[in-house]
Nanobody, 122 residues
């Protein structure tokens, strides 16, 4: 089984910035897509951003998660989520995912990290 470990959460001030990391137990080149979801207490998970592991192409959802950037470091088996200008709505558990490659996406497998909590304070 693939393990994904997220780090970098905590209590942070609004207006600041934060960088979350997701480290995989194997090369991220084994995956086609990796990315991040946010989950507020009692709420559905919301897709924040994704990255194509080979090309580095990214897609962010700023309207939901604020100003953010997804990046990667293949040498470290890691992907990152940079959040700038932190706002109260950025509060939540951030979960990393990794999707395996498949010719037909329905046969792909998705792995999830345990999540890291980000809490905004005034």
């Amino acid at each position: 089984q693939v393990q994904l470990v997220e780090l970098g959460g905590g209590l942070v001030q609004g207006g600041g910035s934060l960088r979350l990391s997701c480290t995989a137990s194997r090369s991220i080149q084994n995956f086609g897509t990796m990315g991040w979801y946010r989950q507020a207490p009692g709420a559905q998970r919301e897709l924040g951003g994704t990255i194509i592991t080979d090309s580095g192409r990214t897609d962010q959802t700023d309207s939901v998660m604020g100003r953010l950037t997804v990046s990667k470091d293949k040498a470290k088996n890691a992907v990152y989520l940079q959040i700038n200008s932190l706002k109260p709505e950025n509060t939540g558990v951030y979960l990393c995912f990794a999707r395996t490659r498949a010719l037909n996406p329905i046969y792909g497998r998705t792995y999830w990290g345990q999540g890291t909590l980000v809490t905004l304070s005034s």
